[in-house]
């Protein structure tokens, strides 16, 4: 079993169509089961499928704004559909809030169409064979001349357990806050899990932004495949 984000859901004559974007991940000479999957599938392969309940409260849904005068996105390819979405759902609910999003990608090639707002910011970051996390950094502000700091923990430190703390969780178990953001900037960052949690140390350490302004989402971990 794997995660993946619903890029868009298309309901008509009865029927519901979602969409989901793979990352195939083999061009990092590494695969799994979900892009191996996608990379193979063709018209009438069957999956089993586990999404939230239209109307049900929270159930997978991370992104809670509340009353923040300023919302900035950040993520990795794996989090562009849901940044997408994010934005396209902004968008069609005429939210008036400034919303910037930076999202990085390998390539210029890997771009998506997001049909955002005129006021939505969005800034693609093709690495380029540069380190993975190293373009989301500065666009937070943080110098990183010393690189060595964005490069993500090595497989063997790491632990298997994702990165989860948003304002209304925390997976390390910290006291969290039950109210979404009252003013401020709200900050959603998603991508892998030792790129999120440096960018979450710099955020919240270093500049001291208030944890309950933030959701940090590792999606997925540099050397480590997902349980399931
Ligand atoms: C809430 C949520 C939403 C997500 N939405 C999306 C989405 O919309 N689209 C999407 O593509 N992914 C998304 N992901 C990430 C996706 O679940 C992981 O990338 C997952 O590990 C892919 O499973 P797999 O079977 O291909 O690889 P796994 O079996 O989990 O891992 C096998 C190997 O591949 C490596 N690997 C896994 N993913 C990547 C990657 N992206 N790049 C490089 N190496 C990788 C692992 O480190 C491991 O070494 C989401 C994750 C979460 C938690």
């Given at each position: ?59 997978g849904i991370e992104f809670n704004h509340g009353d923040a005068e300023r ?158």
């Amino acid at each position: 079993m794997r995660t993946y984000s619903m890029r868009h859901i298309a309901r008509t004559d009865g029927q519901t169509r979602i969409s989901v974007d793979f990352v195939l991940h083999e061009a990092d000479g590494v695969s799994g089961p979900a892009a191996n999957w996608a990379k193979g599938a063709t018209p009438g392969d069957e999956i089993v499928l586990i999404a939230p309940k239209n109307g049900a409260a929270s159930g997978g849904i991370e992104f809670n704004h509340g009353d923040a005068e300023r919302i900035v996105l950040l993520g990795d390819e794996t989090a562009a559909p849901a940044i997408a979405r994010i934005l396209e759902d902004l968008a069609g609910q005429n939210s008036d809030t400034p919303c910037t999003a930076y999202i990085e990608v390998p390539t210029g090639d890997d771009q998506l169409l997001i049909e955002g707002a005129p006021h939505h910011g969005i800034t693609w970051l093709p690495r380029e064979g540069a380190l993975r996390g190293s373009m989301l950094a500065p666009a937070l502000g943080w110098d990183v001349s010393d690189e060595a700091r964005i490069s993500v923990a090595s497989p063997e430190n790491a632990d298997d357990d994702l990165v989860w703390e948003t304002p209304a969780y925390s997976g390390s178990g910290e006291q969290v806050s039950t109210q979404a953001p009252t003013a401020g900037t709200y900050y959603w960052i998603a991508g892998e899990s030792g790129v999120v949690k440096q960018l979450r140390r710099f955020l919240v350490n270093e500049i001291g932004v208030d944890r309950s302004q933030v959701a940090f989402m590792g999606y997925w971990r540099e050397g480590v495949a997902m349980k399931g």
